[in-house]
Nanobody
């Protein structure tokens, strides 16, 4: 069974950091681009970042560039999202998802991704 499982979310104070993990089972990630998305209550799911299959190319949406860092360890079949300088508006459920191709698109659009994890909650609050 193909599965992506996110972990690492939690409650953090403004300015704090978290590292989210996206682990795959049932398939290997090293052929596919992986994206991170988030969905806040009452809002649409939005793309955060994407990393290509090799890890050499990454995309970020504008508001997260410089604060979030995507990376991957294909030997561990895992993709990471390091969140720093967190703000209350970063509060959301964060999802990882796999494309069916090795490269990222510029848009990081949810419609381009096939397999999704169940999400991990990130809450930024004092």
């Amino acid at each position: 069974q193909l599965q992506l499982v996110e972990s690492g979310g939690g409650l953090v104070q403004p300015g704090g950091s978290l590292r989210l993990s996206c682990a795959a089972s049932g398939f290997t990630l090293d052929h596919y681009a992986i994206g991170w998305f988030r969905q806040a209550p009452g809002k649409e799911r939005e793309g955060v970042s994407c990393i290509d299959s090799s890890g050499h190319t990454t995309n970020y949406t504008n508001s997260e560039k410089g604060r979030f860092t995507i990376s991957r360890d294909n030997a561990k079949n895992t993709v990471y999202l390091q969140l720093t300088s967190l703000k209350p508006e970063d509060t959301a459920v964060y999802y990882c998802a796999s494309r069916s191709v090795w490269y990222c698109s510029i848009a990081v659009s949810p419609i381009e991704y096939n397999y999704w994890g169940q999400g991990t909650q990130v809450t930024v609050s004092s």
